[in-house]
């Protein structure tokens, strides 16, 4: 008895010797700043960059225009720049699942040893470093780049396309980088898709459109919902790929958020618009979270009706 | 017979398509590859022909053409700085959140204990998070507790999202690992210790190695965080490229650009291989 009871004492040893160093790590380095930032949000900006320690909810007030004071007025700018945002972080994930949802279906039907192959290359230019592949871009959209000489010069234009610093470019950069994240999670689903219900839809005569709307897309909806998730998060707070390829036509909140800390030194604002980005993301992940629970359930539900 | 021949046309398609998508991928890599060996210094989309100009000149071993030119590159010893820089948080960012991503992963999936759930939501967490939130945060924390911004805080602050990201490689070699080795090694009264030594490590290794390679190639090649956390006085390379970057397009960017790509698909390719790799 005894014996048993040293073991359990040894396993909660281990266990508390094995978590200890993550829950140090992310409780000191993770939460509390995520918090401290939570606070920020709510203090006055001092002089020179500093904070003053009194409780201050206008920077919110000038973010979203509630009754104002202390000197921060309503900035309908802000409010527009938060919406632009998240238009392109719906245009990123609409157009970059566009682009991979056939390539799941393409790359499902291979074997072997091409299969992997092309898993690896799909997944292998997510390690090409950021910069570089904005880079690639700037120098394929530029006046003088790759893509205007080739126009001009096989007489298609007579003078340079603008396609740099425009809304397109941005699209184009973002979709650029964040396209890894979408193609694995609809890889996975569509992996998963038991082709024996598509097979026992075609032949009870469904339509192929049919087929795709009634079985397909239901049945790949979580690898969907899991790439839209992963890619509308780090789209929603980027600011690269705008500062680069959007110039000062485009700002995104990524943007403003990089000012008010680096340039503006106005660090609760900036606190604020991050603050703001943070419960987005906590909002999505928890929908989603319950999304896939509760078809989870369901399906369970139905299978045990089915059994 | 028609239904036939739609699958095949369907298939066909398919096909195309799947290659454009690669051209799409890879096209603006290799445009960068070739720019980086053509000599006209002034227009790069028109071939002038071919040169190692740019990286001789990018390590020194030729003057640069003009001020401008020198003013990138500075000199040879600047940009080994940056890269030994690199080198060195790359190193032991990847290395600790290897540890302490591999000690977690054990945790959650060989024992049970009270909160594992949101353990494993949090563990996620870091991950998910949007770069510049994580920056700032670190940023405004790390002023806060007086440290001084410079190489420690940036690897501080890499080791918070690399080490969920080892835990999630880490974990999925444990999950799908065979435990009846484990068990019968603590039956014939081997330790935990001795057991995970002799049994689970050897046994997990291409995921623990995987993840040390694919989190070393995150964090060499990681921007955003490390450009709210490293403070003035320190640089490295993707921080020295983005201010090459702003300061113009140059033939040298696309000679450290390749340099650097061929660098992370190697180790990166290696890390995707071992992580992959069956018993």
Request: net charge positive; proline share 6%; no cysteine.
């Given at each position: 008895m005894s014996g048993h009871r040293t073991i359990e004492r040894e396993r909660t040893r281990s266990l508390a010797l094995l978590l200890s160093p993550i829950t140090l790590l992310l409780g000191i380095f993770f939460l509390i700043p995520l918090g401290i930032t939570i606070v920020y949000s709510f203090l006055e900006p001092g002089m020179y960059g500093g904070v003053v320690w009194s409780f201050f909810p206008y920077n919110y007030g000038r973010l979203f225009g509630w009754p104002i004071g202390g000197g921060e007025e309503f900035e309908p700018l802000y409010i527009q720049i938060l919406f632009n945002s998240l238009k392109y972080a719906v245009l990123t994930v609409i157009i970059s699942l566009v682009l991979c949802y056939p390539v799941a279906f393409w790359v499902s039907r291979m074997t072997g040893m091409v299969k992997n192959l092309m898993l690896f290359a799909i997944t292998l230019p997510f390690f090409a470093n950021l910069l570089i592949r904005i880079y690639a871009w700037l120098l394929l959209l530029r006046p003088t780049g790759t893509i205007n000489s080739a126009l001009i010069s096989l007489g298609f234009v007579d003078k340079p396309l603008?396609?740099?610093?425009t809304e397109f470019a941005v699209i184009v950069g973002m979709v650029y980088v964040f396209i890894p994240f979408m193609f694995l999670p609809i890889y996975a689903s569509v992996e998963r898709l038991d082709w024996s219900l598509v097979q026992a839809s075609q032949d009870l005569g469904a339509s192929p459109l049919q087929t795709f709307r009634r079985i397909i897309l239901p049945l790949t909806a979580p690898g969907i919902l899991g790439g839209s998730t992963i890619v509308f998060i780090p789209a929603l707070g980027n600011f690269i790929v705008p500062s680069f390829l959007g110039g000062s036509k485009v700002q995104l909140i990524g943007n403003v958020i990089e000012r008010q800390f680096l340039?503006?030194?106005n660090w609760p604002f900036g606190s604020t618009l991050s603050t703001v980005i943070m419960g987005s993301v906590m909002t999505i992940v928890l929908l989603y979270a319950l999304g896939t629970r509760s078809s989870f359930s369901r399906s369970a539900r139905k299978g045990a009706g089915n059994g | 017979m028609a239904k036939w021949r739609n699958a095949s046309v369907g298939a066909a398609a398919l096909n195309v398509y799947g290659i454009f998508f690669l051209v799409f991928l890879y096209s603006p890599l290799v445009l960068i590859f070739v720019y980086s060996f053509n000599?006209?210094?002034?227009?790069?989309?028109?071939?002038?022909g071919f040169t190692f100009d740019w990286y001789r000149t990018l390590f020194g071993m030729q003057p640069a053409a003009s001020a401008f030119d020198a003013a990138f590159t500075e000199s040879p010893d600047r940009i080994f700085q940056v890269v030994r820089n690199s080198l060195v948080v790359a190193l032991s960012a990847s290395f600790i959140s290897t540890v302490i991503g591999t000690a977690t992963a054990i945790a959650t999936s060989r024992y049970q204990f009270f909160g594992k759930q949101l353990y494993q939501a949090v563990l996620l967490l870091p991950m998910i998070m949007p770069d510049i939130v994580l920056g700032i945060a670190l940023l405004i924390f790390f002023v806060g507790a007086g440290l001084k911004l410079g190489l420690l805080t940036i690897v501080i602050g890499h080791c918070t999202f690399l080490s969920c990201y080892v835990y999630v490689v880490v974990t999925a070699r444990l999950v799908s690992m065979d435990t009846t080795l484990e068990k019968a090694s603590a039956d014939l009264g081997a330790g935990p210790l001795t057991t995970f030594r002799r049994i689970t490590l050897p046994l997990i290794m291409p995921g623990v190695v995987g993840g040390f390679l694919l989190a070393f190639i995150i964090s060499l090649d990681d921007v955003v965080i490390t450009y709210f956390i490293a403070g003035v006085d320190t640089q490295t390379l993707p921080l020295f490229i983005l201010a090459m970057m702003r300061r113009g397009i140059r033939p040298q960017i696309n000679a450290l650009a390749v340099l650097l790509i061929a660098f992370s698909f190697v180790v990166a390719s290696t890390g995707l291989y071992l992580r992959s790799k069956r018993n």
């Open positions: 603008n396609m740099m610093f340039q503006a030194r | 000599a006209n210094p002034t227009n790069m989309a028109i071939w002038s």
